[in-house]
């Protein structure tokens, strides 16, 4: 059983800056892809970034691409979302996840485990 849980959201304005952690407990972090998720009032779960096992590749979703950086530091079983440039149209509960697989990982039911979301709020 792996435990992650999600640090890091807030509000903030447009234009602005968060960097959400993700710390992973339970087993080998570094065995696993990990992905970050969100959630928007009344719209379904979306992929937001995945980084492979060892940080060989990283996948964006075309609507971040540019101003999110995901990254893990394997060592301290963490996970990261540097967000940048924030819209008003990122405001959404972002989970990370992680996965088994190396592949399809865009894809939600491709995650084993998830944790309990971090609020993102970004005012205009």
């Known amino acids: 059983q792996v435990q992650l849980v999600e640090s890091g959201g807030g509000l903030v304005q447009a234009g602005g800056s968060l960097r959400l952690s993700c710390a992973a407990s339970g087993r080998t972090f570094s065995s696993y892809t990990m992905g970050w998720f969100r959630q928007a009032p009344g719209k379904e779960r979306e992929f937001v970034a995945a980084?492979?096992?060892?940080?060989?590749?990283?996948y964006y979703a075309d609507s971040v691409k540019g101003r999110f950086t995901i990254s893990r530091d394997n060592a301290k079983n963490t996970g990261y979302l540097q967000m940048n440039s924030l819209d008003v149209e990122d405001t959404a509960v972002y989970y990370c996840?992680?996965?088994?697989?190396?592949?399809?990982?865009?894809?939600?039911?491709?995650?084993?485990?998830w944790g309990q979301g971090t609020q993102v709020t970004v005012s205009a």
């Open positions: 980084i492979t096992r060892s940080a060989e590749y990283t």
């Open positions: 996840a992680i996965s088994e697989r190396y592949y399809g990982i865009s894809i939600s039911q491709q995650y084993n485990y």
